[in-house]
């Protein structure tokens, strides 16, 4: 490559996006790219000529060491969402003027469906207007809905610490009163996707007999059945631990968490910020049963949880942006690389660059078959999907008794 690249970060961060824009760098560095820019605030931060020098950080070993280490976005993220061409090129034309004005060659945005709509955005751009520069999708989301890639970085790193905390919920839960249960609700991100809330699935195991049910956002959530269940398992454990999706909505269409609040906020993409299921639901089953209820919200600890992030996420993570990285260098563009299951015993993924409009804002959900005939657990064929993407584990660098990250100055 003969110009230099700039690599994005987009959308709600995760433990391991920070490993993929490692991978950017070390195969830039790899195949001899003078500079790598980093976009400050993603597209919207781009926009606006908000570019960092990613050697100030990556130059030494210890510095893409700290890199995978660190959660959240170390460029900083955007939810920006690019507008309809027609009528908006002086927004495009901004773009290739800053990566022209910056002899940027490539640009990669790690993100989820709606930040691989900026790439297909900006890459049918650039082949309509004839413009030379080249766009790759690095595939990030906890939500793990992107299509056609087996499963998407971040996603195996939140769902290890989901089970994890479910499990030391599940222990706390049982450990007092053996007249009433303590009914415990946890909520979990994932937003119209069950993959995240499944993963409550894995805590099950010779020490732990997992919750006692599961609500994706792949099934209507019936109030009153979950009552009903709410009660019967009342009836018969002395500890209830129920797993709940922040996305699960009511026959009519309403999210639960509009039930407590209908004025929920909306992001550029008209997603509704979704928030308080849990705790709509316990106070609900306080009020019918009088039960001691708890509301437990995972919120952004699951997806920032990089202490717990799993070895094979992070590695996957470096991989796609180092293979980004090596498409881009072949003369792809419009493309995202997809991770490739090609075994499970063992688990064996590979990838490869897939074009980025049959990806682009597709939300893939939880397959029927993996879901329970009553709706409300997950069977051994989701396990056998997820287990492996939760395996092995990063020792964090601690320093003053707690994980040390790398900041951007
Ligand atoms: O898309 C990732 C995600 O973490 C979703 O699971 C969640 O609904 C959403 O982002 C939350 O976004 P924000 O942090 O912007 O409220």
Redesign the pocket.
Same mark, same amino acid.
């Given at each position: 490559m003969k110009g230099n690249i700039v690599v994005g970060q987009s #959308?709600?961060? %995760?433990a391991v996006i920070n490993s993929s824009v490692a991978g950017v760098y070390a195969a830039a560095k790899k195949l001899g790219v003078k500079k790598v820019y980093g976009m400050v605030h993603g597209i919207q931060g781009f926009l606006a000529d908000n570019l960092c020098d990613l050697d100030e950080y990556l130059s030494d070993e210890t510095g893409i060491e700290m890199l995978k280490r660190t959660p959240s976005a170390f460029l900083g993220s955007c939810?920006f969402k690019m507008p309809k061409i027609e009528g908006h090129e002086d927004v495009y034309e901004k773009v290739f003027e800053i990566m022209e004005k910056h002899d940027i060659e490539c640009l990669f945005y790690a993100g #989820?469906n @709606?930040s691989m709509d900026t790439v297909k955005m900006l890459s049918d751009y650039a082949a309509a207007h004839g413009k030379p520069q080249r766009f790759m999708g690095v595939p990030k %989301?906890? @939500?793990n809905d992107l299509p056609i890639t087996d499963h998407c970085p971040g996603y195996g790193s939140a769902a290890k610490y989901i089970a994890t905390s479910l499990k030391e919920i599940i222990r706390d839960n049982a450990s007092f009163g053996v007249e009433k249960p303590t009914v415990c609700i946890v909520e979990i991100?994932?937003?119209n996707a069950g993959w995240?809330t499944a993963a409550a699935a894995l805590s099950r195991g010779a020490d732990c007999e997992g919750p006692d049910a599961i609500y994706l956002p792949e099934r209507v959530f019936d109030m009153d059945k979950f009552m009903e269940k709410v009660k019967h398992l009342a009836a018969t454990k002395h500890s209830v631990v129920i797993a709940v999706s922040? #996305?699960v909505k009511i026959a009519d269409g309403r999210y639960v968490c509009e039930l407590a609040n209908e004025n929920v906020?909306v @992001?550029a993409f008209g997603?509704k910020?979704?928030?308080g299921t849990a705790a709509y639901l316990a106070q609900a089953v306080a009020a019918e049963t009088g039960l001691k209820t708890r509301a437990v919200e995972f919120s %952004?600890l699951?997806?920032a949880a990089t202490h717990l992030a799993s070895l094979t996420d992070i590695n996957e993570a470096f991989q796609v942006g180092f293979d980004a990285v090596k498409a881009a260098e072949e003369g792809k563009t419009g493309m995202m690389i997809t991770l490739d299951r090609n075994g499970d015993d063992p688990y064996q993924c590979g990838t490869s660059a897939y074009d980025i409009h049959a990806i682009a804002n597709v939300e893939r959900p939880v397959p029927d078959e993996w879901i329970t005939e009553d709706g409300c657990d997950l069977n051994e064929g989701y396990e056998k999907y997820a287990r492996p993407l939760i395996m092995g584990e990063l020792q964090p660098l601690y320093v003053n008794g707690l994980p040390r990250h790398l900041v951007r100055k």
């Amino acid at each position: 490559m003969k110009g230099n690249i700039v690599v994005g970060q987009s #959308g709600g961060p %995760t433990a391991v996006i920070n490993s993929s824009v490692a991978g950017v760098y070390a195969a830039a560095k790899k195949l001899g790219v003078k500079k790598v820019y980093g976009m400050v605030h993603g597209i919207q931060g781009f926009l606006a000529d908000n570019l960092c020098d990613l050697d100030e950080y990556l130059s030494d070993e210890t510095g893409i060491e700290m890199l995978k280490r660190t959660p959240s976005a170390f460029l900083g993220s955007c939810r920006f969402k690019m507008p309809k061409i027609e009528g908006h090129e002086d927004v495009y034309e901004k773009v290739f003027e800053i990566m022209e004005k910056h002899d940027i060659e490539c640009l990669f945005y790690a993100g #989820g469906n @709606d930040s691989m709509d900026t790439v297909k955005m900006l890459s049918d751009y650039a082949a309509a207007h004839g413009k030379p520069q080249r766009f790759m999708g690095v595939p990030k %989301t906890i @939500d793990n809905d992107l299509p056609i890639t087996d499963h998407c970085p971040g996603y195996g790193s939140a769902a290890k610490y989901i089970a994890t905390s479910l499990k030391e919920i599940i222990r706390d839960n049982a450990s007092f009163g053996v007249e009433k249960p303590t009914v415990c609700i946890v909520e979990i991100m994932g937003r119209n996707a069950g993959w995240l809330t499944a993963a409550a699935a894995l805590s099950r195991g010779a020490d732990c007999e997992g919750p006692d049910a599961i609500y994706l956002p792949e099934r209507v959530f019936d109030m009153d059945k979950f009552m009903e269940k709410v009660k019967h398992l009342a009836a018969t454990k002395h500890s209830v631990v129920i797993a709940v999706s922040e #996305g699960v909505k009511i026959a009519d269409g309403r999210y639960v968490c509009e039930l407590a609040n209908e004025n929920v906020a909306v @992001d550029a993409f008209g997603h509704k910020q979704m928030s308080g299921t849990a705790a709509y639901l316990a106070q609900a089953v306080a009020a019918e049963t009088g039960l001691k209820t708890r509301a437990v919200e995972f919120s %952004t600890l699951q997806r920032a949880a990089t202490h717990l992030a799993s070895l094979t996420d992070i590695n996957e993570a470096f991989q796609v942006g180092f293979d980004a990285v090596k498409a881009a260098e072949e003369g792809k563009t419009g493309m995202m690389i997809t991770l490739d299951r090609n075994g499970d015993d063992p688990y064996q993924c590979g990838t490869s660059a897939y074009d980025i409009h049959a990806i682009a804002n597709v939300e893939r959900p939880v397959p029927d078959e993996w879901i329970t005939e009553d709706g409300c657990d997950l069977n051994e064929g989701y396990e056998k999907y997820a287990r492996p993407l939760i395996m092995g584990e990063l020792q964090p660098l601690y320093v003053n008794g707690l994980p040390r990250h790398l900041v951007r100055k």
